[in-house]
C-alpha cells in the first residue's frame, strides 16, 4: 500500500511538472493605443465676430482670427473661405444680420483646402445649395477632406467636399454683376488661390485682392518628395502676388496682412499693401530655406 502511495506521488509530481511545461508563458503586455488628438487651435480663431465692413459690399463675417468674406451680389452672395468646421452655424447667423438667408448663398470660393478655412463648406453647401469653387489641386484635397495633406498627413482632416466648378488660373467668375478673378499661387498648398474683384468705398471703385497664405509653417522646403518644385513655386508666386490689382489686401489668417478684425472700425489701420505683404513672406521664406540648407551639409 505504501508503495502503491508513493508511486501515485510520483507520477502526480511528474504529471504537475510536465503541466507547467508546457504552459507557455504569459505575453508581455503591450502598452495602450494613443487617444484620437482634437485639433485644437488658438482662441482667437474661434472667437466670434459681427459683420465687419471691408468695403461697401464686402465684409468680413468670420472670427476675430480666421477670414470669411461674404460679398453682396444682385443675385445672393458669396463667401470667400470658412474657417474651421464649426463655424457653420456662425456664418449662417451673420449672413442674416446682413439680411440674407441660406439660399441666398450662391458661391463658395476657397483659397486652400486646410480644415481651418474650408472646414465647414460641406455643412454650408448641404444647408445652402451654394457652388463650390475651387483649383483642380484643391479640388482633389477637399474630396479628400484634407487627408493626405503633403505636409500634415492625415492630422487636419474635415468632412470632405466636392466642388462643382474647377477653375484655371486668370479664370473669371461671374456672380450677380462682380467678378471674380482666380490667381493661382501655388506653395502654402499646390492649390493656393489668390481671388480679385472689384468693390466700391465712399463712391470710388476699390480692387480687393484676397491673397492666400504664404507661410510654410514646419514645410520640408528642400528635396520633399511628393512637391520637389515647391521652391519655384513658391518664388513664382511671389512675383503674383506683387502683380495683383490691389487697393486692398486681405489674407486668410488676417495677422498676415495687417488687419485686426478685432480693433472693429480700426480694423484695417495697419493693412499692408501686396507688395509689402510678399516682401514679407518672402524673407521668412528665404530665411526657413538657409536654414534648412544649413542642416543639410
Known amino acids: ?5 508513493s508511486t501515485w506521488a510520483l507520477l502526480s509530481c ?3 511538472a510536465a503541466t507547467v511545461a508546457a504552459t507557455p508563458p504569459a505575453p508581455p503586455k503591450l502598452p495602450p493605443l494613443p487617444q484620437l488628438q482634437a485639433y485644437t487651435v488658438d482662441a482667437p480663431w474661434l472667437q466670434p465676430i459681427l459683420p465687419l465692413r471691408i468695403a461697401d459690399h464686402t465684409w468680413q463675417i468670420g472670427t476675430e482670427d480666421l477670414t470669411a468674406l461674404l460679398v453682396e451680389t444682385q443675385d445672393g452672395v458669396v463667401l470667400l473661405d470658412g474657417g474651421m468646421p464649426q463655424m457653420a452655424d456662425h456664418l449662417l447667423e451673420n449672413l442674416k444680420r446682413r439680411g440674407f438667408e ?19 463648406f460641406s455643412a454650408l453647401k448641404r444647408r445652402t445649395g451654394a457652388r463650390v469653387v475651387a483649383s483642380a489641386e484643391s479640388a482633389v484635397l477637399l474630396a479628400r477632406g484634407g487627408a493626405d495633406d503633403l505636409h500634415f498627413g ?13 477653375v484655371m488660373d486668370g479664370e473669371v467668375v461671374k456672380q450677380g454683376g462682380v467678378e471674380f478673378t482666380a490667381h493661382f499661387m501655388p506653395g502654402h498648398t499646390p492649390g493656393s488661390t489668390a481671388w480679385t474683384w472689384t468693390d466700391t468705398r465712399d463712391g470710388k471703385p476699390v480692387r480687393i485682392a484676397y491673397v492666400d497664405s504664404l507661410s510654410t ?11 520637389p518644385r515647391l521652391v519655384d513655386d513658391y518664388r513664382r508666386s511671389l512675383a503674383t502676388v506683387r502683380a495683383l490689382p490691389c487697393d486692398v489686401v486681405l489674407s486668410p489668417h488676417p495677422s498676415f496682412s495687417g488687419w485686426e478684425y478685432a480693433a472693429g472700425d480700426k480694423a484695417g489701420a495697419k493693412a499692408l499693401t ?24
Open 14 to 16: 511528474l504529471l504537475s
Open 1 to 5: 500500500m505504501r508503495l502503491r502511495t
Open 102 to 120: 441660406p439660399k441666398d448663398l450662391r458661391l463658395l470660393l476657397n483659397s486652400h483646402a486646410h480644415a481651418d478655412h474650408a472646414g465647414p
Open 274 to 297: 501686396c507688395k509689402t505683404y510678399a516682401d514679407n513672406a518672402e524673407r521668412d521664406f528665404n530665411a526657413k530655406l538657409a536654414e534648412q540648407r544649413r542642416k543639410a551639409r
Open 154 to 166: 492625415d492630422d487636419f482632416a474635415f468632412v470632405p467636399v466636392v466642388v462643382d466648378r474647377v
Open 217 to 227: 509653417p514646419g514645410y520640408q522646403l528642400l528635396t520633399h518628395p511628393r512637391y
